[in-house]
């Protein structure tokens, strides 16, 4: 079946330092989502990227979707302590219309 | 517009013991699913649904039933609790197209 698996599981880094986090999915997704969840909470939505090749930024976050729909990634420049949490890249199948998440990088950051 | 309410927050079940979790959702979302979340496995899909009358399993379904009588309710049934499924459970729900909105999750504890 369908799998999306996340890549580092965990990330320490020093405040201003980059970030990134990688997803790849065993089969072609109809669209990618990325979801930030802090400790304690519930996820939340941050972006979707839908079309092959797409690039969107939300300020110090920079979100990538692969040629072949089927990688991703999530880079944040200068992080800062209010970075800190776990980020999942989320694959929908285009078949099934269910949401597949990976297994999340946790981001730890020191001041 | 209350997004999504999932009941209880808190929950102690001793092993054999059965319960449902509630989740209800006022944005006329066709897709609703249930996640488990366990230290470094992400989030796992459970069931999912993609209207009523129609659930579909996900990558971990043993144990735990689900049903969609209604667009906005979607319970999860767990018929005879296991140690095992000590997690926390997150409700979730969208449109096909669109990002999923997740309930404030609930950490059931079997003993």
């Known amino acids: 079946g369908q799998q999306v698996m996340q890549i580092p599981q965990y990330q320490h880094v020093q405040e201003g330092e980059d970030f990134t986090t990688y997803c790849n999915s065993s089969t072609t997704l109809s669209n990618i989502q990325w979801y930030k969840q802090r400790p304690g909470g519930h996820p939340v939505f941050l972006i979707q990227?839908?079309?092959?090749?797409e690039v969107k930024k939300q300020k110090r976050l920079t979100f990538q979707f692969g040629e072949a729909k089927k990688n991703s990634s999530l880079h944040i420049t200068a992080t800062q302590t209010t970075d800190v949490g776990t980020y999942f890249c989320?694959?929908?199948?285009?078949?099934?219309?269910?949401?597949?998440f990976g297994q999340g990088t946790t981001l730890q950051v020191k001041p | 517009n209350a997004g999504v309410t999932q009941t209880p927050k808190f929950q102690v079940l001793k092993t054999g013991q059965s319960m449902t979790l509630q989740c209800a959702q006022d944005?006329?979302?066709?897709?609703m699913s249930w996640y488990r979340q366990d230290p470094g496995m992400g989030l796992r899909l459970i069931h999912y649904s993609v209207g009523a009358g129609i659930t579909d399993q996900g990558e971990v379904p043993n144990g735990y039933n689900v049903s969609r009588s209604t667009t906005e309710d979607f319970p999860l049934r767990l018929l005879s609790a296991a140690p095992s499924q000590t997690s926390v459970y997150f409700c979730?729900?969208?449109?096909?197209?669109?990002?999923?909105?997740f309930g404030q999750g609930t950490r059931l504890t079997v003993v």
């Open positions: 979730a729900s969208s449109t096909l197209n669109t990002e999923a909105f």
């Open positions: 990227l839908v079309k092959s090749g």
């Open positions: 944005m006329n979302h066709e897709y």
């Open positions: 989320a694959g929908r199948s285009s078949n099934t219309g269910k949401l597949i």
